[in-house]
């Protein structure tokens, strides 16, 4: 079992930063490729951004591509989202998860934390 905290939502005007955080429990959590999502109302979840177990690997979606950095540090169970120039587009609850490198699923999901960006 993995549990997921994420943190650092919050409301920002257009342009600018916000660094998102999860912190897992577990003493395995660097054998889990990690993703961060999104979900904007009426619309449907999305793959923002993931990262593989080693940290070697990133993929991020296009519309995110030079604006957000995703990384991790094994040695705290945290993967981070650095959000930069952010769009009023990017507005959504932010979801980080856990992928079972087995079943190649997102088994395991933390609560959410919103953001908001104005314009």
């Known amino acids: 079992q993995v549990q997921l905290v994420e943190s650092g939502g919050g409301l920002v005007q257009a342009g600018g930063s916000l660094r998102l955080s999860c912190v897992a429990s577990?003493?395995?959590?660097?054998?889990?490729?990690m993703g961060w999502f999104r979900q904007a109302p009426g619309k449907e979840r999305e793959l923002v951004a993931r990262?593989?177990?080693?940290?070697?690997?990133?993929y991020y979606t296009d519309s995110v591509k030079g604006r957000f950095t995703i990384s991790r540090d094994n040695a705290t169970n945290t993967v981070y989202l650095q959000m930069n120039s952010l769009k009023p587009e990017d507005t959504a609850v932010y979801y980080c998860?856990?992928?079972?490198?087995?079943?190649?699923?997102?088994?395991?999901w933390g609560q959410g934390t919103q953001v908001t960006v104005s314009s």
């Open positions: 998860a856990a992928r079972n490198e087995v079943r190649m699923k997102y088994d395991y």
């Open positions: 577990g003493r395995t959590f660097s054998m889990y490729t």
């Open positions: 990262i593989v177990g080693s940290g070697t690997n990133t």
